[in-house]
T-cell receptor
Framework: KAGVTQTPRYLIKTRGQQVTLSCSPI?????VSWYQQTPGQGLQFLFE???????NKGNFPGRFSGRQFSNSRSEMNVSTLELGDSALYLC??????????????FGQGTRLTVV | AQSVAQPEDQVNVAEGNPLTVKCTYS??????LFWYVQYPNRGLQFLLK??????LVKGSYGFEAEFNKSQTSFHLKKPSALVSDSALYFC????????????FGTGTQLKVEL
């Protein structure tokens, strides 16, 4: 079974631009979550999608948004990029619908650098 | 609100010696607790979890963790450390009320030396 796939792996953007990151969950998983990892703030929860609906949201500004498609693939978008948005963005998928005790499986992440 | 504390930024241990990485948590209700490991420029890799039942949980690569409800702790242990265990370790908690929002600790860098 293929794992969680995130594309692209690396991205360099300029301040003020916008960016879209993609995540393909493990086949059959309907829950997809996004996290931001930075040296200063650590791992912070962005949002979670389940069956195309946002189920949970972290404390991030509205510039951060996401969506989930009917095949469970998810995208997150960051508009008007700031230098502080430079981070490793991690996606995780979970099969909570089948087993509420199951763990989340993470992708390799997308390293975003804003210059 | 839930929170996780990992009091040590770094733990150094000699290869072959036992290792402990500490974690305490705060959550209302019964917690789901997890340990993940991260190697440089990689995502998080699941090690083990506590959901319910036996307080000693065994996981991947010889790691285990002990759940202590009275001390609200979930320390990660391994009887004999390997140099290849050197990595960044994260403890996380998830509420039992549904959803998949993980709250992570700040991480502990484990360094195993020859």
């Amino acid at each position: 079974k293929a794992g969680v796939t995130q594309t692209p792996r690396y991205l360099i953007k300029t301040r003020g631009q916008q960016v879209t990151l993609s995540c393909s969950p493990i086949s059959g998983h309907r829950s997809v979550s996004w996290y931001q990892q930075t040296p200063g703030q650590g791992l912070q929860f962005l949002f979670e999608y389940f069956s195309e609906t946002q189920r949970n949201k972290g404390n991030f500004p509205g510039r951060f948004s996401g969506r989930q498609f009917s095949n469970s693939r998810s995208e997150m978008n960051v508009s008007t990029l700031e230098l502080g948005d430079s981070a490793l963005y991690l996606c995780a998928s979970n099969d909570l619908a089948r087993d509420k005790n199951t763990e989340a499986f993470f992708g390799q992440g997308t390293r975003l650098t804003v210059v | 609100a839930q929170s996780v504390a990992q009091p040590e930024d770094q733990v150094n241990v000699a290869e072959g010696n036992p290792l402990t990485v500490k974690c305490t948590y705060s959550v209302s209700g019964n917690p789901y607790l997890f340990w993940y490991v991260q190697y440089p420029n990689r995502g998080l890799q699941f090690l083990l979890k506590y959901i319910t039942g036996d307080n000693l949980v065994k996981g991947s690569y010889g790691f285990e963790a002990e759940f202590n409800k009275s001390q609200t702790s979930f320390h990660l242990k391994k009887p004999s450390a390997l140099v290849s265990d050197s990595a960044l370790y994260f403890c996380a908690v998830r509420p039992t009320g549904g959803g998949n929002k993980l709250t992570f600790g700040t991480g502990t860098q484990l360094k195993v030396e020859l």
